[in-house]
């Protein structure tokens, strides 16, 4: 079992920048392929990046690419996404997931536990 927790979200101006963090308990942390996933109040949830268990593996959605960066440190148990470059169009809900599958995906549906998201807010 894992939990996950969010955080870092908040409230930033077009073009600034912010930085998640998804911790995560359980000591099985480290054999997990990690991702983040954005959704606005009743839209799908949309794919952004994932990481595979060893951290050495990342995949982006085309619309993050070149803004935002996944990266995890298994010593802290924690996934990091950094985001550049915001664009008022990132604002959403953003959520980490955990799949016990160790390669990376982009499909929610592939995913086993998910944290309770955090919400980023970008102003025009």
């Known amino acids: 079992q894992v939990q996950l927790v969010e955080s870092g979200g908040g409230l930033v101006q077009a073009g600034g920048s912010l930085r998640l963090s998804c911790a995560a308990s359980?000591?099985?942390?480290?054999?997990?392929?990690m991702g983040w996933f954005r959704q606005a109040p009743g839209k799908q949830r949309d794919f952004v990046a994932a990481?595979?268990?060893?951290?050495?593996?990342?995949y982006y959605a085309n619309f993050v690419k070149g803004r935002f960066t996944i990266s995890r440190d298994n010593a802290k148990n924690t996934v990091y996404l950094q985001m550049n470059s915001l664009k008022p169009e990132d604002t959403d809900v953003y959520t980490c997931?955990?799949?016990?599958?160790?390669?990376?995906?982009?499909?929610?549906?592939?995913?086993?536990?998910w944290g309770q998201g955090t919400q980023v807010t970008v102003s025009s």
């Open positions: 997931g955990a799949t016990v599958r160790t390669r990376i995906s982009r499909w929610s549906t592939e995913y086993d536990y």
């Open positions: 359980g000591r099985t942390f480290s054999s997990y392929a």
């Open positions: 990481i595979n268990w060893i951290g050495d593996s990342t």
